[in-house]
């Protein structure tokens, strides 16, 4: 059923939208929705699980599609058993999400509780993410994602706000035994060795922490510890890749980041424009300078820019940095 | 503490990931705290998550050594008692 053949079966006052916002999205089947139940960081316990399996088996049918931002989707629900399902749903605290021009569930990966490249908790910071800003109104869909590390499973560089998780190796000289195994393993050959020592190249370090896990001697340790910001990813017709905007951020400043990055969005955006968008047109500039007074220290300046650790991170607007592509 | 004596050695170079860790967790688990292990596996995979999960399970590489062509030769003192 398409959304206007929706909308005049609807209850008197109820629109697509309100059902959007409600997580119940139209199927092409006539009077059949898809229920979205919530789960932030794809994370759900058993009895949850369980009562979806019951309720799809008792009002659906029997199938649930997990969607590609892990929700688990309800399918084939008839529009007038909603309230049936929401209240079963609820006996074990397990929420409906939202679809439609609002801030949506977050994504993240096991984070650093039990995944071994997780460097922060993503985990728990999805959950508060959600647990602050979930459904909030915005001029168009709004996708936050947090990943543990720069192998960013999540895809916090697609996302309109996305967090990356960074730390940064400090040496400690006399702990050091020379054998040179983190120089040998660095993925991005950012260590070499120097009179017996590693020396890092902070044009290439990812800061990816996969030094300090693997040196025997405990010589690379963890130094400032945070998340790379990223904003206005996205994916769609015309995919945009996230502005980078600062690195190392700490933990504690990730949700006043997240509140001014929003409150910027709703004071420049335009109706129908994501964030990414937003940003195109009215210049990163405008966004950094919001940020300054919060993240100064770790905001990124041109220079940091055009390291080859941040070029590899192709940006709109950098077309240098995006390979040509010639005859073929 | 471990002595210049090699109790056991594991050659991997021709096994791939995860086997290597594999067999080098399976050898450590039948040895005794404070023995000596060395591994000869090739540089690339091996090398990068060998010695990491050796060093998560608690064990210590004591010996990193290059022995060019693309392999190299730990040593690892079991760190686990097993009485």
Not at chain 1, 117 to 123: C, E, H, P, Y
Not at chain 1, 254 to 280: C, H, K, Q, S
Not at chain 2, 55 to 70: Q, S, Y
């Amino acid at each position: 059923m398409d959304t206007d053949t929706l909308a005049e079966t609807l209850p008197a006052g109820l629109t697509p939208e309100d059902l959007k916002a409600g997580g119940i999205i139209p199927q092409r089947q006539n009077d059949k929705v898809v229920i979205r139940c919530m789960a932030p960081g794809g994370r759900i316990t058993a009895a949850r699980l369980h009562k979806i399996a019951e309720v799809a088996e008792k009002y659906g049918s029997g199938e649930v599609h997990l969607s590609v931002r892990m929700s688990p989707e309800i399918l084939y629900v008839s529009l007038q058993d909603y309230p049936l399902v929401k209240e079963e749903l609820a006996k074990v605290g397990q929420e409906i999400a939202s679809c439609g021009k609002r801030v949506r569930v977050p994504t993240a990966c096991g984070g650093c509780e039990y995944n071994p490249n997780g460097l922060v908790d993503t985990q728990g910071l999805a959950l508060e993410f959600n647990r602050r800003y979930f459904g909030q109104d915005h001029y168009h869909k709004f996708k936050t994602a947090f990943s543990g590390c720069p192998i960013d499973c999540t895809r916090a560089r697609e996302s309109d706000l996305g967090f990356q998780g960074q730390v940064e190796p400090e040496l400690v000289a006399e702990a050091c035994s020379g054998c040179e195994l983190c120089a040998e393993i660095c993925p991005e050959r950012a260590l070499t060795m120097v009179a017996g020592l590693p020396v890092r190249d902070v044009e290439r370090c990812l800061l990816c922490g996969d030094c300090l896990k693997i040196c025997p001697n405990d010589a690379l340790v963890a130094g400032r510890t945070g998340v790379a910001v990223y904003v206005g990813g996205k994916h769609g017709r015309h995919p945009h890749v996230a502005y980078p905007v600062a690195e190392l951020v700490p933990e504690g400043e990730i949700f006043p980041v997240a509140e001014a990055v929003m409150a910027w969005y709703r004071e420049n955006g335009r109706p129908g424009e994501r964030i990414g968008l937003t940003v195109d047109r009215v210049g990163i500039d405008r966004l950094r300078r919001v940020l300054k007074p919060l993240i100064g220290p770790h905001l990124l300046q041109q220079h940091h820019i055009r390291r080859q650790r941040w070029r590899s991170v192709f940006w709109a607007g950098a077309a240098d940095a995006f390979p040509h592509y010639g005859e073929v | 503490m471990a002595t210049g004596t090699i109790h056991e050695v594991l050659d991997i170079r021709q096994d791939t990931c995860p086997i290597t860790f594999v067999k080098t967790k399976l050898k450590l688990e039948q040895m005794q705290a404070g023995e000596v292990l060395e591994v000869l596996l090739t540089g690339g995979e091996p090398l990068q998550n060998v010695p990491r999960s050796v060093k998560a399970e608690g064990h210590r590489i004591f010996k990193v050594e290059n022995l060019g062509d693309n392999q190299y030769r730990l040593l690892i003192e079991c760190g686990i008692s097993r009485e």
